[in-house]
């Protein structure tokens, strides 16, 4: 997996050494020797990750760091800082400046490829769900967007797995001061755990006792409840063949023994922060996706979903052999109310009947507004005769109980409604023609006087 890398150092040679070393293993390569020459690159979309040295004149490592991650434009873009400093203290500082890895000068090839191609991975899938989610809405930084960047990464659910006894309660103990934490001893029940769980991290001691934590990271990872939860390793110095295998399978991160907790500290809140805005733009899209098929007023589904579905469950119908029915709805004279008691008032009926006609049918109907006061309802498995005693009770339930709506008084509305009902055998009619018979059920519906049902021969 390859990706375009964006070399930052203020020294030539620096720049030219990784660069050569990058090419040979095909990442694309660019550079850039100074903090605004980065962020300037960064801001124009021309980097999948930035390898970012600390020590620079002008703006440094961090500082460039820090302005690439409170940018909206720029936050999803890991950054790997590359220095010679050595110390946990430099770690930490680096990994709060936003950064999602650290490695020391000079970097092991080994190491610096698979850090790379760990982090383009990631970067690849919340590229996907940005994408999507542009396609879907006008690009703007949403207040939830700007609340997922700003999160700390404190408060996280931290599943921790080791079944050797002591060897982590030090740690759990040190990430209990931020986050909630779970000890896990048994590495088979801990997949069911964080299936289960809500878990923003699982951490994982490499050298189990009884298990391949290897192969735990790797089931882990397969799992589609658990494919997008972040996994950290904990693993001796000496282990790194190991390690490296575990970031191709796709651990995300790791600490080596003995474990500076200052460092382990802000790796899980760096992961734990990742795995916050990755949700957030999840449920965004979803939120997006729903909303193109909802009717904003009524919550219901609108007609573009009713269009899109009906086909596939007169098709469903036709392969089971079984029966289907579609109600036509229409508010018996609705204009009337908007004329007397205005639009607000015709808003809060349109919300109470379909809330009513909610109530009268199955979890499993398809129920839409089609627009105005004119609703349909597609009913699976149901043949004619049950369709219209269905039909029946919602026009019961509407007729029962007047509409109280406000307005420039509050006020009861008595409303009825007029129902068609259209049915077919397996693979009788055609969406467009059960609509049609439906259509023509509700005329004669309203000819007959009104507040009636009427089906279609």
């Known amino acids: 997996m390859t990706a375009r890398v964006l070399v930052v150092d203020d020294v030539p040679s620096n720049l030219r050494l990784l660069e050569a070393r990058l090419t040979a293993e095909y990442f694309d390569v660019i550079t850039a020797t100074s903090g605004q020459e980065a962020l300037d690159i960064c801001a124009r979309a021309q980097c999948d990750i930035v390898l970012l040295d600390v020590i620079m004149p002008g703006m440094d490592g961090l500082e460039t760091c820090r302005r690439l991650k409170a940018d909206p434009r720029t936050h999803h873009i890991p950054v790997v800082m590359v220095t010679a400093l050595d110390q946990p203290g430099d770690r930490v500082r680096g990994l709060e400046a936003g950064a999602d890895d650290f490695l020391l000068k000079p970097v092991a090839d080994v190491a610096l490829f698979a850090r790379l191609r760990s982090l383009t991975r990631l970067k690849m899938m919340s590229d996907e769900l940005r994408l999507r989610a542009r396609a879907t809405r006008e690009v703007r930084v949403s207040d939830a967007l700007a609340a997922?960047?700003?999160?700390?990464?404190?408060?996280?659910?931290?599943?921790?797995?080791?079944?050797?006894?002591?060897?982590?309660?030090?740690?759990?103990?040190?990430?209990?001061?931020?986050?909630?934490?779970?000890?896990?001893?048994?590495?088979?029940?801990?997949?069911?755990?964080?299936?289960?769980?809500?878990?923003?991290?699982?951490?994982?001691?490499?050298?189990?006792?009884?298990?391949?934590?290897?192969?735990?990271?790797?089931?882990?990872?397969?799992?589609?409840?658990?494919?997008?939860?972040?996994?950290?390793?904990?693993?001796?110095?000496?282990?790194?063949?190991?390690?490296?295998?575990?970031?191709?399978?796709?651990?995300?991160?790791?600490?080596?023994?003995?474990?500076?907790?200052?460092?382990?500290?802000?790796?899980?809140?760096?992961?734990?922060?990742?795995?916050?805005?990755?949700?957030?733009?999840?449920?965004?899209?979803?939120?997006?996706?729903?909303?193109?098929?909802?009717?904003?007023?009524?919550?219901?589904?609108?007609?573009?979903?009713?269009?899109?579905?009906?086909?596939?469950?007169?098709?469903?119908?036709?392969?089971?052999?079984?029966?289907?029915?579609?109600?036509?709805?229409?508010?018996?004279?609705?204009?009337?109310?908007?004329?007397?008691?205005?639009?607000?008032?015709?808003?809060?009926?349109?919300?109470?009947?379909?809330r009513r006609l909610k109530a009268c049918m199955r979890g499993g109907d398809l129920i839409c507004r089609l627009g105005g006061e004119e609703f349909v309802a597609a009913m699976p498995d149901t043949d004619g005769e049950v369709a219209k005693l269905v039909a029946e009770r919602v026009r019961a339930c509407i007729a029962a109980t007047p509409i109280r709506v406000g307005g420039a008084g509050v006020i009861e509305a008595a409303i009825t409604a007029s129902i068609g009902v259209a049915s077919v055998g397996p693979g009788a009619d055609g969406a467009e023609t059960l609509l049609k018979r439906a259509d023509l059920a509700l005329y004669e519906a309203k000819r007959l006087g009104r507040n009636r049902v009427a089906a279609a021969a």
Do not use: W
Not at 149 to 174: C, E, K, P, T
Not at 311 to 336: G, N, T, Y
């Open 148 to 354: 997922a960047m700003a999160d700390d990464g404190y408060g996280g659910r931290i599943l921790m797995v080791d079944d050797r006894d002591g060897d982590l309660d030090a740690v759990a103990s040190a990430l209990s001061a931020r986050h909630e934490v779970t000890l896990e001893r048994c590495p088979h029940e801990a997949l069911f755990r964080a299936a289960d769980g809500a878990f923003d991290l699982m951490i994982v001691a490499l050298e189990l006792k009884d298990s391949d934590a290897l192969r735990l990271c790797a089931q882990t990872r397969s799992l589609e409840r658990t494919r997008a939860l972040p996994i950290l390793l904990i693993a001796d110095a000496d282990a790194t063949p190991r390690v490296l295998r575990g970031l191709e399978v796709g651990v995300n991160d790791y600490v080596t023994r003995p474990v500076d907790l200052n460092e382990l500290m802000a790796r899980a809140r760096t992961q734990v922060r990742r795995k916050r805005y990755a949700d957030h733009l999840r449920a965004d899209l979803q939120t997006t996706a729903e909303q193109a098929i909802t009717d904003d007023l009524t919550g219901l589904h609108n007609r573009r979903h009713f269009d899109a579905r009906l086909p596939i469950l007169l098709e469903e119908a036709a392969s089971r052999h079984e029966p289907l029915s579609v109600l036509m709805i229409d508010i018996d004279f609705f204009k009337a109310i908007n004329d007397q008691h205005g639009h607000d008032a015709g808003d809060a009926v349109l919300r109470e009947f379909a």
